[in-house]
């Protein structure tokens, strides 16, 4: 079964194409035929395609969404993209949807029928930014492929659904909870519920003995406490500006500043929203880039004083939320990194677990160093009563396998 996963925002849509069914799944043999993005839809966009490590890029004007699934399809289907296994449409079986927020709604991926489309709808106000756009990758699909067509989202919230009210509440008035709705719902599901399946396959261990603490650290940052296989707890919360510090978001603050900004700075509401979420983190402290490369760069380079403040922050508040989650579990058997940074970055992944050794977690410098572009592994020595490893994250591959089940009718394992 040949899957399109898409991951659609306002003017780009990324995609994937995975060739996976129920029996690849279980021995781990699915095969990622081809990948890229088409970027600046509404005007000339800007398409980059990628088949066995081969790039090619053209550019095209491209309306809208609809345009962009056509021009994907066009371009796959072409001689020209070298893809074997895609001859025409119908050589694409189903379509794997990124969703951002499910809200109370989804609790696991589904097929995509009227009703889910409006439970979707019914989240905008939740993801005004994401679900509006993924909305219209869906209907794009549809229009493309014809009614009837499988097509399935997967929800990054869903996997967080499993944490207890004492964990999603927010200490202001309940009502507020029950009319508006305003919980953690938390976020980076998708890949915390990739990295948790991968870890059980890296140590033998069933759902029921995975007890980590997960890092999921790029641009964006979160944490989560998994135990039992199953989230119990994470750091972004109604939206994904709480908790770690980012690449431009702040994270944790305190909600007084908001007040602060408006009186002394004349600030609008709009403009502190903007402020907390594109000028702040990395960039807000070091004064100079989001980058974690960059700033680790200048501090070598020219030991530039806040860009060592910035990743002395960033590593700060990631050891504290370990901690804390460590204290909230009753202890874990591994700390585990993922994303751009916590996958590549050996020097950020050592300052975050300095100070860690009380819990038991020992570094293996060597091993620590070694396991960067998207290699996986322990990186905590022989005997660490608390282990770390190393696992590249893969939620394309992880929808591809969600809509693959769907469409079967085969429970998640996950």
């Known amino acids: 079964m040949n899957i399109l996963v898409l991951n659609c925002g306002s003017s780009s849509v990324k995609f994937q194409i995975i060739a996976t069914d129920v029996d690849a ?68 079986h189903a379509i794997g949807h990124r969703v951002v927020h499910g809200g109370e709604c989804f609790t696991h991926s589904t097929l995509i029928t009227d009703e889910v489309i409006r439970g979707i709808e019914a989240c905008i106000d ?36 499993t944490l207890n009210e004492v964990a999603y509440l927010y200490a202001l008035p309940y009502q507020l909870y029950r009319r508006h709705r305003l919980r953690r719902y938390g976020f980076h599901g998708t890949s915390f519920r990739y990295v948790a399946y991968r870890y059980r396959q890296l140590t033998g261990k069933s759902r029921e003995e995975t007890n980590i603490v997960a890092l999921h ?33 702040a994270g944790d603050i305190d909600p007084s500043i908001v007040d602060f900004l408006e ?38 380079e020219h030991d530039d004083r806040r860009a060592k403040l910035a990743v002395a922050m960033f590593c700060y508040r990631a050891r504290k939320y370990i901690g804390a989650y460590l204290a909230a579990m009753g202890g874990a058997d591994a ?51 608390l282990a770390a490893y190393v696992i590249p994250t893969d939620e394309e591959l992880l929808i591809a396998r969600d809509t693959a089940r769907c469409v079967a009718g085969v429970p998640n394992p996950y």
């Open 335 to 385: 700390v585990v990194f993922t994303g751009g940074i916590g996958e590549n970055a050996a020097e950020v992944r050592t300052r975050i677990c300095e100070g860690l050794e009380w819990f038991g977690l020992e570094l293996d410098p060597a091993q620590n160093q070694a396991l960067v572009n998207r290699r996986e592994g322990v990186i905590s020595r022989e005997g660490s009563r």
């Open 25 to 92: 799944i279980e021995h781990n043999a699915d095969r990622r035929l081809a990948s890229g993005i088409i970027e600046r839809i509404g005007g000339e966009a800007v398409l980059t395609f990628r088949v066995d490590g081969k790039v090619s890029r053209q550019t095209a004007p491209v309306r809208d969404h609809r345009q962009a699934v056509e021009q994907i399809l066009r371009w796959a289907c072409s001689g020209e993209s070298g893809i074997a296994e895609v001859q025409s449409v119908a050589d694409i």
């Open 217 to 249: 650290l790029g641009n964006g940052c979160s944490a989560c406490a998994i135990r039992a296989g199953a989230s119990v707890d994470t750091s972004m919360g109604y939206t994904p500006l709480e908790g770690l510090m980012m690449g431009t978001r």
């Open 126 to 161: 939740l993801a005004p930014l994401h679900n509006p756009a993924n909305l219209k990758g869906i209907r794009a699909g549809a229009e493309v492929f014809g009614p009837g067509f499988p097509q399935v989202a997967v929800f990054d919230t869903a996997f967080h659904q």
């Open 263 to 300: 009186m002394k700075e004349g600030f609008t509401a709009r403009e502190i929203e903007a402020l907390l979420n594109k000028q702040s983190g990395l960039l807000g402290v070091s004064g100079l880039t989001n980058d974690m490369r960059d700033l680790l760069d200048e501090i070598h």
